[in-house]
């Protein structure tokens, strides 16, 4: 659902070096208590290092770009974020392909992983 009037939101950058995982929080500001509407779970371990592991926003404030300011957040923190295009969700595609207007990428084809860096296209 669009909203006339998005509500004010706030992210949450913890980054969990024993468990290898950076975790994104989206929070819904409320004047009594703050609401968890989205999370964004990225691996900074070595193996798979800023691959996004899942990602998911609330259904009511779906295609708000919410999605894409808690990928923006990320790859501001981390410089770097990779996904495995085909296995994402159509929504996660379509944020994706819209980081990739903005943002210099690279995309190894025989792989299918999209990566995105944190520098602007000219």
Known sequence: ?????????RIKTELNHDSGVAYFTLIKKNK????????LEV???????????????????RNNGFGKMLYER???KLGKLKT???EASHDAQRVWVSLAKKYKHRKSFFEGTLILRNKLNN
């Open 84 to 86: 495995q295009f085909y």
């Open 1 to 9: 659902m669009k909203f006339k009037n998005k509500p004010k939101v």
């Open 32 to 39: 009594v208590k703050d609401t968890e509407i989205g999370k």
């Open 74 to 76: 990320a790859l501001k």
């Open 43 to 61: 691996d900074i371990g070595r193996e798979h290092k800023f691959l996004v592991i899942s990602s998911h926003i609330d259904l009511t404030y």
